[in-house]
């Protein structure tokens, strides 16, 4: 498991997420987009600081409902009409993408 791959994944996220979030209209931009904006942001300084932890496995465990969290909170924005049925199925891959890395990463630790 590369952990530098799953970083890599979450900062594409985040690069090509934030625009977007940062575009919706004021009653949804000041409330849910910046609860995502944030969420991203702490996902990846998390992954961060796991990669440089010497006891990664409860530091990445917490990770996953902090992944779930913005899973949930995008199908929220397609739920509102927000973002289109495109933009969610292409955020759903990566998110599903970085979720299967962190899994992974889990697993690597536990043995």
């Given amino acids: 498991m590369n952990e530098l791959s799953i970083i890599q994944k979450t900062h594409d996220l985040i690069i090509w997420y934030v625009p977007i979030i940062s575009r919706l209209p004021k009653t949804h931009k000041y ?3 910046n609860r995502m904006i944030n969420g991203l942001y ?3 300084e998390s992954l961060i600081i ?3 932890a ?3 496995l409860n530091l990445l465990k917490s990770l996953n ?3 779930d969290v913005i899973r949930y909170q995008t199908r929220i924005l397609l739920d509102f009409k927000l973002i289109n049925n495109k ?3 292409y955020v759903s891959q990566l998110i ?3 979720s299967k890395q962190l899994g992974g990463w889990i697993k690597q630790q536990k043995t």
């Fill in 87 to 89: 933009r969610y199925e």
């Fill in 54 to 56: 010497s006891e990664k």
């Fill in 96 to 98: 599903d993408e970085i």
């Fill in 31 to 33: 409330t849910i987009g």
């Fill in 65 to 67: 409902p902090k992944l």
């Fill in 42 to 44: 702490n996902f990846l």
């Fill in 50 to 52: 796991a990669k440089y």
